[in-house]
């Protein structure tokens, strides 16, 4: 029996969608990575977030490769379509004692996926439904219209991503007005406000983080090295969260930066770049904005990858080019306490 049916007749029926993180799994970008051919269907659904398409069997399940679409005469549309239909909206759905909804079992937390799903809550919670997703294998959904259910819920994501055997997102996800999904943005005056900025800092770093593993196992390849030619020192530039002074409202604001040293090849997509000296002390600092007007047209990023990395070169020449984009340092570290 083929893993992956060859018409379009035999997968209809055997087609999921699945909610993974944007680095997962390793190797099957690594393989794509190698061989485009070999790359499997996927969309992006949220920051740092993807559905892939799947064949599921009882005892097996298998990633949907791209050129598998046209051999069964079928669209990547299509093919997600029939992935939603094929999902039960309301199996395995419970209410905890506390009011909040929950969903445990295999892929549940895939269950966000389905169009419209989460628009069922309203009217089931108080204010807009909130979901957190920690897990790949559990869901649960609140409103954010109570102040207990945010504050269960910041502890649901927080604590399940952290403890997780399958990480999925530490974040908050609700619905705009139309229904669909979005993160979770507090007004700047709500008490979670920093907590969901901080969030968006640690889960772009561990993002990151794997995408670092991958990349250095595959710069290991003659053919990898070849093709994104940077240099035998290859140094990526890693993640790193700061905490810059308090807003108006007296939310801390923290933002993600890496290190651009002379040896470093590939730098990661942050709010801020600081080109530092191999001794790590810090020249100028500059908004990403910044760096991508003056050169992300010069060299594209790597290609092949989940997450946008950036070859650099020419440290001392970048150093002047950005001089004039430099943030003041007073806007990029909190206050001491007096």
């Avoid at 499997?40 to 740092?48: G, H, I, S, T």
Wanted: glycine fraction near 6%; proline fraction near 9%; include cysteine.
């Amino acid at each position: 029996m083929d893993e992956i049916p060859n018409t379009w007749s035999e997968a209809r029926s055997l087609l999921r969608a699945v909610l993974r993180p944007v680095v997962a799994p390793q190797a099957v970008w690594r393989a794509a990575a190698i061989n485009p051919d070999k790359a499997v269907v996927r969309r992006e659904f949220l920051p740092f977030l993807h559905q892939l398409l799947v064949v599921d069997r009882e005892l097996l399940r298998k990633f949907v490769p791209v050129s598998r679409l046209p051999q069964w005469a079928a669209s990547e549309s299509l093919a997600f379509s029939q992935a939603y239909a094929n999902q039960s909206p309301t199996e395995g759905i419970e209410r905890r004692p506390d009011g909040i909804w929950e969903v445990r079992g295999p892929d549940a937390a895939s269950r966000l996926l389905l169009p419209g799903w989460l628009s069922f809550f309203r009217g089931k919670v108080s204010g807009t439904p909130l979901v957190a997703i920690p897990e790949t294998t559990t869901l649960f959904i609140g409103g954010d219209g109570s102040t207990e259910w945010r504050q269960e819920l910041v502890r649901l994501a927080a604590v399940g991503w952290r403890e997780a055997e399958h990480p999925l997102s530490p974040m908050l996800y609700s619905i705009d007005p139309k229904g669909t999904v979005i993160p979770w943005s507090p007004a700047p005056q709500d008490g979670s406000h920093a907590w969901v900025s901080a969030t968006r800092c640690a889960f772009a770093q561990a993002c990151y983080e794997g995408l670092g593993e991958l990349i250095e196992d595959l710069y290991s390849l003659p053919s990898i090295a070849s093709r994104w030619n940077l240099g035998e020192a290859f140094r990526v530039g890693s993640v790193e969260v700061a905490v810059g002074p308090d807003d108006a409202h007296g939310n801390p604001t923290p933002y993600t930066f890496t290190r651009w040293r002379p040896d470093t090849s590939v730098i990661p997509e942050v709010d801020v770049v600081v080109l530092a000296r191999p001794d790590d002390k810090a020249m100028i600092a500059v908004p990403w904005s910044a760096f991508d007007s003056v050169f992300s047209k010069e060299r594209p990023r790597l290609d092949g990858l989940p997450l946008a990395l950036w070859p650099v070169a020419n440290w001392a020449s970048a150093l002047e080019r950005l001089r004039p984009f430099a943030l003041d340092p007073t806007t990029l570290a909190a206050k001491d306490d007096e």
